[in-house]
C-alpha cells in the first residue's frame, strides 16, 4: 500500500525554525516529483516546494525562496522541508504529495498520492 505521512509540525514562535519530513512507504521517492502544499484556514490549498525525481532540482514559491529549503534522503525514503524565520502567516496544514507522471508542477489535482497532513502554527 502506498503511503505519505508527515511529520515535524507544531508550534513555533515567529522567527523560529522547524523540520517538516515525508517519508514514503510501498514505493520509492526516488522515481516520483514530490511537493509541499499548505492550505491556511479559509483559504486554497497552495504550492510550498517540489523536488524532481532523484532530487535533481528544486522548486518553490516565489514568496518563500530563501526561508524554505526540500530536500530528498533516498537512504530513508523521506523528503524534508526546512522552514526557517517563520511568519504567522506561514500557519497551515502541511502537506506532501507525490506525482507519478511528469515533473514538479504547484498544481495539487496533478499529484497522486498525499499524506495526511502536519499542522504548522507560527505564534507568539
Known amino acids: 500500500q502506498l503511503q505519505l505521512v508527515e511529520s515535524g509540525g507544531g508550534l513555533v514562535q515567529p522567527g523560529g525554525s522547524l523540520r517538516l519530513s515525508c517519508a514514503a512507504s510501498?514505493?520509492?521517492?526516488?522515481?516520483?516529483?514530490i511537493g509541499w502544499f499548505r492550505q491556511a484556514p479559509g483559504k486554497e490549498r497552495e504550492g510550498v516546494s517540489c523536488?524532481?525525481?532523484?532530487?535533481?532540482?528544486?522548486n518553490y514559491a516565489d514568496s518563500l525562496k530563501g526561508r524554505f529549503a526540500i530536500s530528498m534522503h533516498n537512504g530513508n525514503n523521506t523528503v524534508y522541508l526546512q522552514m526557517n524565520s517563520l511568519k504567522p502567516e506561514d500557519t497551515a496544514v502541511y502537506y506532501c504529495?507525490?506525482?507519478?507522471?511528469?515533473?514538479?508542477?504547484?498544481?495539487?489535482?496533478?499529484?497522486?498520492?498525499w499524506g495526511q497532513g502536519t499542522q504548522v502554527t507560527v505564534s507568539s
Open positions: 504529495a507525490a506525482r507519478s507522471s511528469g515533473g514538479c508542477s504547484a498544481v495539487s489535482r496533478r499529484y497522486d498520492y
Open positions: 510501498g514505493f520509492t521517492l526516488d522515481y516520483y516529483a
Open positions: 523536488i524532481s525525481r532523484s532530487g535533481s532540482t528544486a
